[in-house]
Protein backbone atom coordinates (compact mmCIF):
# COMPACT_ATOMS: atom_id res chain seq x y z
CA UNK A 1 0.00 0.00 0.00
CA UNK A 2 1.14 3.67 -0.83
CA UNK A 3 2.29 5.66 1.62
CA UNK A 4 0.04 8.95 2.38
CA UNK A 5 0.43 12.70 2.50
CA UNK A 6 0.31 13.15 6.32
CA UNK A 7 -2.26 16.47 7.35
CA UNK A 8 -2.59 14.86 11.31
CA UNK A 9 0.61 14.51 14.13
CA UNK A 10 3.52 12.56 13.74
CA UNK A 11 5.32 11.23 10.75
CA UNK A 12 6.25 8.12 10.77
CA UNK A 13 8.40 7.01 7.59
CA UNK A 14 6.60 3.83 6.67
CA UNK A 15 3.16 5.37 6.63
CA UNK A 16 3.91 9.14 5.32
CA UNK A 17 6.22 10.33 2.78
CA UNK A 18 8.88 12.56 5.14
CA UNK A 19 11.14 14.62 4.04
CA UNK A 20 14.29 13.58 6.06
CA UNK A 21 13.37 15.25 9.65
CA UNK A 22 16.99 16.33 10.59
CA UNK A 23 18.18 17.98 7.53
CA UNK A 24 15.27 20.72 8.87
CA UNK A 25 17.60 21.33 12.17
CA UNK A 26 20.60 23.24 12.24
CA UNK A 27 23.97 21.15 12.53
CA UNK A 28 24.63 22.54 15.98
CA UNK A 29 21.54 21.26 17.66
CA UNK A 30 23.59 17.96 18.43
CA UNK A 31 25.98 20.33 19.96
CA UNK A 32 23.84 22.07 22.32
CA UNK A 33 22.68 18.34 24.10
CA UNK A 34 26.45 17.25 23.67
CA UNK A 35 27.55 20.39 25.59
CA UNK A 36 25.11 20.55 28.32
CA UNK A 37 22.91 23.06 27.71
CA UNK A 38 19.18 24.33 27.43
CA UNK A 39 17.31 25.73 24.79
CA UNK A 40 14.25 26.41 22.87
CA UNK A 41 12.62 25.17 19.89
CA UNK A 42 9.41 26.76 18.15
CA UNK A 43 7.91 27.01 14.98
CA UNK A 44 4.05 27.04 14.08
CA UNK A 45 1.57 24.32 14.27
CA UNK A 46 1.98 21.44 12.19
CA UNK A 47 4.98 22.73 10.97
CA UNK A 48 6.80 19.42 11.82
CA UNK A 49 8.04 20.04 15.82
CA UNK A 50 7.17 16.72 17.01
CA UNK A 51 8.16 14.93 13.94
CA UNK A 52 11.78 16.27 14.14
CA UNK A 53 12.13 16.36 17.76
CA UNK A 54 11.25 12.13 17.95
CA UNK A 55 13.86 11.90 15.07
CA UNK A 56 16.42 14.01 17.06
CA UNK A 57 15.64 11.58 20.23
CA UNK A 58 16.32 8.49 18.38
CA UNK A 59 19.10 9.68 17.01
CA UNK A 60 20.57 10.45 20.61
CA UNK A 61 19.50 7.14 22.05
CA UNK A 62 20.93 5.58 19.01
CA UNK A 63 24.43 7.23 20.52
CA UNK A 64 24.09 5.55 23.56
CA UNK A 65 25.92 7.90 25.69
CA UNK A 66 22.14 9.35 27.30
CA UNK A 67 19.10 8.64 28.94
CA UNK A 68 16.74 10.27 26.20
CA UNK A 69 13.02 10.93 27.02
CA UNK A 70 10.19 13.14 25.18
CA UNK A 71 8.01 14.07 27.21
CA UNK A 72 4.48 16.34 26.40
CA UNK A 73 2.90 18.48 29.56
CA UNK A 74 -0.65 18.87 26.99
CA UNK A 75 -2.71 17.37 29.88
CA UNK A 76 -1.62 20.53 31.71
CA UNK A 77 -3.05 22.65 29.16
CA UNK A 78 -5.15 26.15 30.66
CA UNK A 79 -4.91 24.58 34.48
CA UNK A 80 -4.16 27.32 36.79
CA UNK A 81 -3.67 26.06 40.24
CA UNK A 82 0.40 25.60 40.73
CA UNK A 83 -0.02 22.23 42.57
CA UNK A 84 -1.98 20.60 39.91
CA UNK A 85 0.30 21.66 37.15
CA UNK A 86 3.43 20.83 38.88
CA UNK A 87 0.75 17.37 39.64
CA UNK A 88 0.10 17.03 36.01
CA UNK A 89 3.49 18.05 34.84
CA UNK A 90 5.22 14.99 37.25
CA UNK A 91 2.97 12.73 36.53
CA UNK A 92 3.90 12.96 32.46
CA UNK A 93 7.16 12.68 33.21
CA UNK A 94 6.99 9.57 35.19
CA UNK A 95 4.88 8.21 32.20
CA UNK A 96 7.49 9.14 29.80
CA UNK A 97 10.00 7.41 31.52
CA UNK A 98 9.35 4.16 30.14
CA UNK A 99 11.00 4.86 27.29
CA UNK A 100 14.17 3.83 29.73
CA UNK A 101 15.57 0.34 30.81
CA UNK A 102 13.59 -0.20 34.72
CA UNK A 103 17.05 0.78 36.15
CA UNK A 104 16.80 4.28 34.51
CA UNK A 105 13.34 5.73 35.71
CA UNK A 106 13.16 8.09 38.12
CA UNK A 107 13.09 6.92 41.97
CA UNK A 108 9.69 6.65 43.75
CA UNK A 109 9.10 9.76 45.86
CA UNK A 110 9.71 9.63 49.39
CA UNK A 111 6.09 10.22 50.86
CA UNK A 112 7.56 11.38 54.83
CA UNK A 113 8.99 14.13 53.20
CA UNK A 114 6.48 15.45 50.40
CA UNK A 115 7.42 18.53 48.18
CA UNK A 116 5.75 21.95 48.17
CA UNK A 117 4.74 22.47 44.66
CA UNK A 118 7.11 25.15 44.44
CA UNK A 119 10.17 22.78 44.97
CA UNK A 120 8.33 19.16 43.89
CA UNK A 121 9.15 19.19 40.14
CA UNK A 122 13.22 20.25 41.04
CA UNK A 123 13.32 17.89 43.40
CA UNK A 124 11.89 14.69 41.12
CA UNK A 125 14.39 15.85 38.31
CA UNK A 126 17.27 15.71 40.67
CA UNK A 127 16.42 12.59 42.04
CA UNK A 128 16.16 11.29 38.47
CA UNK A 129 19.35 12.66 37.74
CA UNK A 130 20.95 11.63 40.36
CA UNK A 131 19.78 7.84 40.16
CA UNK A 132 20.52 7.84 36.64
CA UNK A 133 23.65 5.88 35.30
CA UNK A 134 23.69 7.87 32.14
CA UNK A 135 22.88 11.96 31.77
CA UNK A 136 19.69 12.15 31.23
CA UNK A 137 18.07 14.26 28.42
CA UNK A 138 14.89 15.65 28.22
CA UNK A 139 12.87 17.10 25.47
CA UNK A 140 9.47 18.46 26.50
CA UNK A 141 6.71 19.48 24.07
CA UNK A 142 3.41 22.13 24.50
CA UNK A 143 5.45 23.62 26.73
CA UNK A 144 3.97 26.81 25.84
CA UNK A 145 0.58 25.62 27.07
CA UNK A 146 0.93 26.29 30.51
CA UNK A 147 -0.18 29.38 31.59
CA UNK A 148 0.94 32.11 34.32
CA UNK A 149 1.80 31.16 38.06
CA UNK A 150 1.94 27.37 37.14
CA UNK A 151 4.19 27.96 33.55
CA UNK A 152 6.40 30.59 35.93
CA UNK A 153 6.88 27.78 38.47
CA UNK A 154 7.84 24.69 36.06
CA UNK A 155 10.15 27.11 34.42
CA UNK A 156 11.62 28.31 37.31
CA UNK A 157 12.26 24.95 39.11
CA UNK A 158 13.82 23.64 36.08
CA UNK A 159 16.43 26.99 36.24
CA UNK A 160 16.89 25.90 40.06
CA UNK A 161 18.77 22.83 39.26
CA UNK A 162 20.33 24.07 35.74
CA UNK A 163 23.86 24.54 37.79
CA UNK A 164 23.91 20.98 39.40
CA UNK A 165 23.32 19.32 35.94
CA UNK A 166 24.85 17.23 34.92
CA UNK A 167 24.83 14.33 37.66
CA UNK A 168 22.37 16.41 40.15
CA UNK A 169 20.23 17.53 37.35
CA UNK A 170 18.87 16.79 33.42
CA UNK A 171 22.05 17.24 30.75
CA UNK A 172 20.07 18.64 28.65
CA UNK A 173 16.43 20.00 28.02
CA UNK A 174 14.58 20.94 25.14
CA UNK A 175 11.08 22.79 25.74
CA UNK A 176 9.53 23.17 22.32
CA UNK A 177 6.07 24.63 21.39
CA UNK A 178 4.86 27.14 19.05
CA UNK A 179 6.40 30.23 20.86
CA UNK A 180 9.80 31.65 21.63
CA UNK A 181 9.99 31.42 26.02
CA UNK A 182 10.19 34.79 25.74
CA UNK A 183 5.97 35.13 24.36
CA UNK A 184 4.94 32.54 26.99
CA UNK A 185 1.65 33.86 28.65
CA UNK A 186 2.82 35.14 31.96
CA UNK A 187 0.25 37.22 33.58
CA UNK A 188 2.73 37.89 36.66
CA UNK A 189 3.41 41.70 37.31
CA UNK A 190 0.54 42.96 34.76
CA UNK A 191 2.43 41.37 31.72
CA UNK A 192 1.19 39.66 29.36
CA UNK A 193 4.48 38.20 28.16
CA UNK A 194 7.80 37.09 29.69
CA UNK A 195 10.24 40.10 29.75
CA UNK A 196 13.84 40.55 31.08
CA UNK A 197 13.69 38.74 34.09
CA UNK A 198 12.61 35.27 32.13
CA UNK A 199 12.21 32.15 34.29
CA UNK A 200 13.85 30.44 31.82
CA UNK A 201 16.96 32.97 31.59
CA UNK A 202 19.33 29.49 31.49
CA UNK A 203 18.62 29.19 27.64
CA UNK A 204 21.38 28.76 25.66
CA UNK A 205 19.57 29.70 21.89
CA UNK A 206 15.91 29.51 20.31
CA UNK A 207 15.59 27.75 17.40
CA UNK A 208 13.06 27.54 14.54
CA UNK A 209 12.09 25.16 11.46
CA UNK A 210 11.78 26.41 8.38
CA UNK A 211 9.36 26.19 5.72
CA UNK A 212 9.35 24.09 3.14
CA UNK A 213 10.97 25.40 0.25
CA UNK A 214 10.00 24.61 -3.50
CA UNK A 215 12.81 21.72 -3.93
CA UNK A 216 11.74 20.44 -0.69
CA UNK A 217 7.72 20.34 -2.17
CA UNK A 218 8.81 18.93 -5.19
CA UNK A 219 11.10 16.14 -3.10
CA UNK A 220 8.10 15.54 -1.13
CA UNK A 221 5.93 15.08 -3.75
CA UNK A 222 8.14 13.18 -5.41
CA UNK A 223 8.45 10.69 -3.50
CA UNK A 224 4.51 9.64 -4.06
CA UNK A 225 5.45 9.94 -7.97
CA UNK A 226 8.05 7.22 -7.26
CA UNK A 227 5.64 5.16 -5.75
CA UNK A 228 2.17 5.31 -7.54
CA UNK A 229 3.12 6.77 -11.03
CA UNK A 230 1.23 10.15 -10.37
CA UNK A 231 3.15 13.22 -11.62
CA UNK A 232 2.86 16.94 -10.66
CA UNK A 233 3.45 19.36 -13.38
CA UNK A 234 5.95 22.08 -12.72
CA UNK A 235 3.47 24.46 -12.49
CA UNK A 236 1.36 23.20 -9.80
CA UNK A 237 4.72 22.49 -7.58
CA UNK A 238 4.95 26.51 -8.00
CA UNK A 239 1.23 27.25 -7.17
CA UNK A 240 1.66 24.79 -4.50
CA UNK A 241 4.86 26.83 -2.92
CA UNK A 242 2.80 30.13 -3.96
CA UNK A 243 -0.30 28.79 -1.87
CA UNK A 244 1.40 27.54 0.86
CA UNK A 245 4.69 29.65 1.73
CA UNK A 246 5.75 25.81 2.20
CA UNK A 247 4.01 25.66 5.48
CA UNK A 248 4.52 21.81 6.26
CA UNK A 249 0.67 21.06 7.08
CA UNK A 250 -0.58 23.04 4.20
CA UNK A 251 1.86 21.14 1.77
CA UNK A 252 0.74 18.06 3.02
CA UNK A 253 -2.96 19.01 3.12
CA UNK A 254 -3.50 19.85 -0.87
CA UNK A 255 -1.48 16.89 -1.72
CA UNK A 256 -3.38 14.71 0.55
CA UNK A 257 -6.80 16.26 -1.09
CA UNK A 258 -6.50 15.41 -5.08
CA UNK A 259 -5.13 12.31 -4.38
CA UNK A 260 -7.58 11.13 -1.65
CA UNK A 261 -10.32 13.39 -1.33
CA UNK A 262 -10.74 14.32 -5.18
CA UNK A 263 -9.58 11.18 -5.93
CA UNK A 264 -7.61 12.23 -9.39
CA UNK A 265 -5.03 9.39 -10.71
CA UNK A 266 -4.16 11.64 -13.48
CA UNK A 267 -1.28 14.11 -13.52
CA UNK A 268 -1.53 16.89 -10.84
CA UNK A 269 -2.22 20.41 -12.46
CA UNK A 270 -2.44 23.87 -11.25
CA UNK A 271 -6.60 23.48 -11.53
CA UNK A 272 -6.44 20.27 -9.51
CA UNK A 273 -4.72 22.43 -6.61
CA UNK A 274 -6.82 25.41 -7.05
CA UNK A 275 -10.11 23.12 -6.28
CA UNK A 276 -7.82 21.21 -3.21
CA UNK A 277 -7.32 24.89 -1.82
CA UNK A 278 -10.96 25.79 -1.99
CA UNK A 279 -11.90 22.83 -0.51
CA UNK A 280 -9.34 23.14 2.17
CA UNK A 281 -11.07 26.53 3.10
CA UNK A 282 -14.55 25.34 2.89
CA UNK A 283 -14.35 22.24 5.07
CA UNK A 284 -12.09 24.74 7.36
CA UNK A 285 -10.21 22.50 10.19
CA UNK A 286 -8.62 22.42 13.25
CA UNK A 287 -5.67 23.98 11.47
CA UNK A 288 -7.33 26.77 10.67
CA UNK A 289 -9.54 27.11 13.98
CA UNK A 290 -6.15 27.13 15.97
CA UNK A 291 -4.84 30.11 14.26
CA UNK A 292 -7.93 31.83 13.96
CA UNK A 293 -8.55 31.74 17.30
CA UNK A 294 -5.69 34.46 17.59
CA UNK A 295 -7.18 37.34 15.41
CA UNK A 296 -8.92 38.64 18.33
CA UNK A 297 -5.72 39.39 20.77
CA UNK A 298 -4.78 42.49 20.44
CA UNK A 299 -1.14 42.32 20.04
CA UNK A 300 -2.53 40.39 16.59
CA UNK A 301 -5.27 42.51 15.59
CA UNK A 302 -2.15 45.45 16.47
CA UNK A 303 0.17 43.82 13.37
CA UNK A 304 -2.58 42.35 11.32
CA UNK A 305 -5.02 45.31 10.77
CA UNK A 306 -2.51 47.75 9.57
CA UNK A 307 -1.36 44.57 7.07
CA UNK A 308 -5.07 43.95 6.21
CA UNK A 309 -5.38 48.14 5.24
CA UNK A 310 -2.54 48.25 3.27
CA UNK A 311 -1.09 50.88 5.94
CA UNK A 312 2.33 50.78 7.34
CA UNK A 313 3.52 49.21 10.39
CA UNK A 314 5.62 52.08 11.86
CA UNK A 315 3.43 52.07 14.88
CA UNK A 316 3.29 48.45 15.87
CA UNK A 317 5.14 47.11 19.03
CA UNK A 318 7.71 44.95 17.38
CA UNK A 319 7.70 42.36 19.79
CA UNK A 320 4.11 42.03 18.84
CA UNK A 321 5.36 42.10 15.42
CA UNK A 322 7.66 39.19 16.43
CA UNK A 323 4.97 37.21 18.05
CA UNK A 324 2.89 37.04 15.08
CA UNK A 325 5.90 35.60 13.04
CA UNK A 326 6.91 33.23 15.98
CA UNK A 327 3.02 31.80 15.38
CA UNK A 328 3.13 31.79 11.97
CA UNK A 329 0.84 34.66 10.76
CA UNK A 330 3.31 37.21 9.25
CA UNK A 331 6.57 36.71 7.28
CA UNK A 332 8.93 39.00 5.21
CA UNK A 333 9.81 42.62 5.42
CA UNK A 334 7.82 44.46 4.89
CA UNK A 335 5.40 42.58 6.91
CA UNK A 336 3.10 39.95 4.81
CA UNK A 337 0.51 37.70 5.40
CA UNK A 338 2.73 34.18 5.57
CA UNK A 339 1.19 32.87 2.55
CA UNK A 340 -1.70 32.70 0.07
CA UNK A 341 -4.03 30.70 1.85
CA UNK A 342 -3.59 32.46 5.55
CA UNK A 343 -4.17 35.56 2.92
CA UNK A 344 -7.57 34.50 2.07
CA UNK A 345 -8.58 32.84 4.96
CA UNK A 346 -7.75 35.65 7.82
CA UNK A 347 -10.21 38.46 6.40
CA UNK A 348 -12.70 35.54 5.43
CA UNK A 349 -12.69 34.37 9.10
CA UNK A 350 -13.19 37.95 9.77
CA UNK A 351 -15.73 38.82 7.47
CA UNK A 352 -17.70 35.08 8.36
CA UNK A 353 -19.68 36.67 11.00
CA UNK A 354 -21.55 39.03 8.29
CA UNK A 355 -21.60 36.63 5.24
CA UNK A 356 -23.48 34.23 7.30
CA UNK A 357 -25.58 37.30 8.69
CA UNK A 358 -26.53 38.27 5.26
CA UNK A 359 -29.93 37.47 4.45
CA UNK A 360 -30.86 39.91 1.86
CA UNK A 361 -28.52 37.99 -0.36
CA UNK A 362 -30.35 35.87 -2.30
CA UNK A 363 -31.27 34.99 -5.76
CA UNK A 364 -29.82 34.28 -8.95
CA UNK A 365 -26.03 35.45 -9.56
CA UNK A 366 -25.85 34.02 -13.15
CA UNK A 367 -27.03 34.94 -16.28
CA UNK A 368 -29.03 32.33 -18.58
CA UNK A 369 -25.66 31.72 -21.08
CA UNK A 370 -23.41 30.64 -17.50
CA UNK A 371 -21.69 34.60 -16.97
CA UNK A 372 -21.34 36.29 -13.73
CA UNK A 373 -24.65 39.00 -13.93
CA UNK A 374 -22.51 41.88 -12.45
CA UNK A 375 -24.96 44.58 -13.07
CA UNK A 376 -27.25 42.60 -11.02
CA UNK A 377 -23.88 42.19 -8.30
CA UNK A 378 -23.55 45.66 -8.87
CA UNK A 379 -27.18 46.24 -7.73
CA UNK A 380 -27.35 43.78 -5.09
CA UNK A 381 -24.10 45.99 -3.02
CA UNK A 382 -25.81 49.18 -3.39
CA UNK A 383 -29.20 48.33 -1.53
CA UNK A 384 -27.12 46.19 0.83
CA UNK A 385 -25.05 49.05 1.88
CA UNK A 386 -27.52 51.53 2.39
CA UNK A 387 -29.74 49.69 4.29
CA UNK A 388 -27.74 47.22 6.50
CA UNK A 389 -23.71 47.94 6.14
CA UNK A 390 -23.93 50.56 8.96
CA UNK A 391 -24.68 47.92 11.89
CA UNK A 392 -21.41 45.54 10.89
CA UNK A 393 -19.22 48.31 10.35
CA UNK A 394 -19.94 49.68 13.77
CA UNK A 395 -19.39 46.48 15.38
CA UNK A 396 -16.50 45.46 14.08
CA UNK A 397 -13.47 45.50 16.19
CA UNK A 398 -10.54 45.95 13.69
CA UNK A 399 -11.99 49.10 12.79
CA UNK A 400 -9.53 50.31 10.30
CA UNK A 401 -10.61 47.90 7.73
CA UNK A 402 -13.67 47.66 9.13
CA UNK A 403 -15.42 48.23 5.59
CA UNK A 404 -13.61 46.37 3.68
CA UNK A 405 -14.44 42.98 5.83
CA UNK A 406 -18.10 44.04 5.29
CA UNK A 407 -17.42 44.91 2.01
CA UNK A 408 -15.48 40.78 1.49
CA UNK A 409 -18.46 39.51 3.45
CA UNK A 410 -20.88 40.51 1.10
CA UNK A 411 -18.69 39.64 -1.97
CA UNK A 412 -18.36 36.15 -0.53
CA UNK A 413 -21.60 35.06 0.20
CA UNK A 414 -22.77 36.70 -3.50
CA UNK A 415 -20.11 33.90 -5.35
CA UNK A 416 -20.16 31.07 -2.71
CA UNK A 417 -20.97 28.07 -4.59
CA UNK A 418 -20.57 29.37 -7.79
CA UNK A 419 -17.09 31.43 -8.10
CA UNK A 420 -14.28 32.24 -5.89
CA UNK A 421 -12.69 35.92 -4.68
CA UNK A 422 -9.20 36.17 -4.22
CA UNK A 423 -7.70 38.85 -1.89
CA UNK A 424 -4.44 40.68 -2.16
CA UNK A 425 -3.05 43.22 0.28
CA UNK A 426 -0.07 43.57 1.88
CA UNK A 427 1.34 47.00 4.55
CA UNK A 428 2.53 49.78 2.36
CA UNK A 429 0.27 49.28 -0.25
CA UNK A 430 -2.61 51.56 0.79
CA UNK A 431 -5.37 49.28 -0.99
CA UNK A 432 -6.81 46.07 -0.71
CA UNK A 433 -7.89 44.23 -4.34
CA UNK A 434 -10.59 41.69 -4.34
CA UNK A 435 -11.04 39.75 -7.62
CA UNK A 436 -14.01 37.69 -8.51
CA UNK A 437 -13.20 34.59 -10.49
CA UNK A 438 -16.42 33.03 -12.30
CA UNK A 439 -16.07 29.57 -14.09
CA UNK A 440 -17.41 30.54 -18.10
CA UNK A 441 -18.64 27.01 -18.95
CA UNK A 442 -17.29 24.64 -21.95
CA UNK A 443 -18.29 24.50 -25.50
CA UNK A 444 -21.03 22.47 -24.28
CA UNK A 445 -22.30 25.01 -21.70
CA UNK A 446 -21.39 23.04 -18.80
CA UNK A 447 -18.61 24.22 -16.10
CA UNK A 448 -16.25 21.42 -15.91
CA UNK A 449 -14.94 20.18 -12.85
CA UNK A 450 -11.72 21.52 -13.29
CA UNK A 451 -12.19 24.86 -14.73
CA UNK A 452 -9.73 26.94 -16.18
CA UNK A 453 -11.34 29.55 -18.14
CA UNK A 454 -12.18 32.47 -16.27
CA UNK A 455 -14.05 35.66 -16.36
CA UNK A 456 -12.19 37.94 -14.00
CA UNK A 457 -14.12 41.06 -12.15
CA UNK A 458 -11.81 43.78 -10.07
CA UNK A 459 -13.17 45.60 -7.09
CA UNK A 460 -10.41 47.86 -5.97
CA UNK A 461 -11.12 48.99 -2.43
CA UNK A 462 -9.86 52.40 -0.78
CA UNK A 463 -10.69 54.00 2.14
CA UNK A 464 -10.52 58.14 2.59
CA UNK A 465 -8.82 58.90 5.86
CA UNK A 466 -9.34 62.42 7.84
CA UNK A 467 -6.56 64.62 6.92
CA UNK A 468 -5.98 63.07 3.56
CA UNK A 469 -6.70 64.01 -0.16
CA UNK A 470 -9.35 61.92 -2.00
CA UNK A 471 -8.03 58.79 -2.65
CA UNK A 472 -9.80 58.48 -6.27
CA UNK A 473 -6.59 59.59 -8.56
CA UNK A 474 -4.39 57.03 -7.27
CA UNK A 475 -7.14 54.15 -6.81
CA UNK A 476 -7.58 54.74 -10.84
CA UNK A 477 -3.74 54.00 -11.04
CA UNK A 478 -3.72 50.93 -8.63
CA UNK A 479 -6.55 49.71 -11.11
CA UNK A 480 -4.83 50.52 -14.30
CA UNK A 481 -1.37 48.69 -12.64
CA UNK A 482 -3.38 45.79 -11.93
CA UNK A 483 -5.56 45.43 -15.36
CA UNK A 484 -2.25 45.50 -17.30
CA UNK A 485 -1.19 42.42 -15.03
CA UNK A 486 -4.68 40.89 -14.83
CA UNK A 487 -6.95 41.05 -17.94
CA UNK A 488 -10.55 41.66 -15.82
CA UNK A 489 -13.96 42.16 -17.63
CA UNK A 490 -15.31 44.78 -15.65
CA UNK A 491 -13.38 47.16 -12.71
CA UNK A 492 -14.44 48.84 -9.68
CA UNK A 493 -13.21 51.33 -7.49
CA UNK A 494 -15.09 51.87 -3.85
CA UNK A 495 -14.07 54.66 -2.02
CA UNK A 496 -15.18 54.62 1.56
CA UNK A 497 -15.12 57.97 3.00
CA UNK A 498 -14.31 57.69 7.07
CA UNK A 499 -14.00 61.23 7.65
CA UNK A 500 -15.64 62.48 10.19
CA UNK A 501 -18.21 64.98 8.26
CA UNK A 502 -18.89 62.35 5.06
CA UNK A 503 -19.57 59.92 9.12
CA UNK A 504 -22.31 62.50 9.88
CA UNK A 505 -24.28 62.04 6.91
CA UNK A 506 -27.40 59.34 6.68
CA UNK A 507 -26.17 55.90 6.14
CA UNK A 508 -28.31 55.34 3.28
CA UNK A 509 -27.15 58.19 1.67
CA UNK A 510 -23.49 57.20 1.44
CA UNK A 511 -22.95 54.75 -1.21
CA UNK A 512 -23.72 56.32 -4.63
CA UNK A 513 -21.92 55.89 -7.89
CA UNK A 514 -20.35 58.64 -9.84
CA UNK A 515 -22.42 59.19 -13.07
CA UNK A 516 -19.07 59.83 -15.27
CA UNK A 517 -17.22 56.15 -15.56
CA UNK A 518 -13.84 57.34 -16.55
CA UNK A 519 -11.67 54.62 -18.71
CA UNK A 520 -8.71 52.81 -17.35
CA UNK A 521 -6.80 50.48 -19.59
CA UNK A 522 -9.98 49.98 -22.16
CA UNK A 523 -11.89 49.43 -19.22
CA UNK A 524 -15.15 51.65 -17.74
CA UNK A 525 -14.32 51.50 -14.09
CA UNK A 526 -17.82 52.31 -11.36
CA UNK A 527 -16.41 54.23 -8.52
CA UNK A 528 -18.95 53.93 -5.99
CA UNK A 529 -18.59 56.36 -3.16
CA UNK A 530 -19.49 55.45 0.77
Request: net charge negative; charged share 25%.
Amino acid sequence: MARQFNTAHVNRVAQHYTLPPLDRLPPTVEGLVHDGYYFVLHAPRQSGKTTTVLALADKLRADGRYAVVYCTVEEARAVQSVGEVIELVVGSLQLASDQLPLAEQPPAEAPDAPATPRSRLYRFLRAWSQACARPLVLFLDEIDCLENDGLVSVLSQMRKGYAERPKGFPHSVCIFGMRDVRDYKIASGGQDRAASSSPFNVKRESITLASFSRAEIAALYGQHTAETGQAFTDAALDRVAELTGGQPHLVNALAHDVVAKQGWTGTVDVAHIDIAKDNLIVQWGTHFDSLMARLREDRVRQVLEPILAGSDLTNADWEDDRYCRDIGLVTDQPARVANAIYKEVIPRCLAGRYQHQLQVVSGRWHRDDGRLDIDGLREAFLAFWREHAEGFVQAEGYREVAVQLVCMGFLQRIVNGGGWVDREYAAGSRRMDVLIRWPLPDDEGKVPRYPVRFERHLFELKVWHPKKGDPRDEGLAQVGAYLRRVPCESASLLIFDRRPEAEAREWGERMVVEDTRPVVEGREVWVFRG
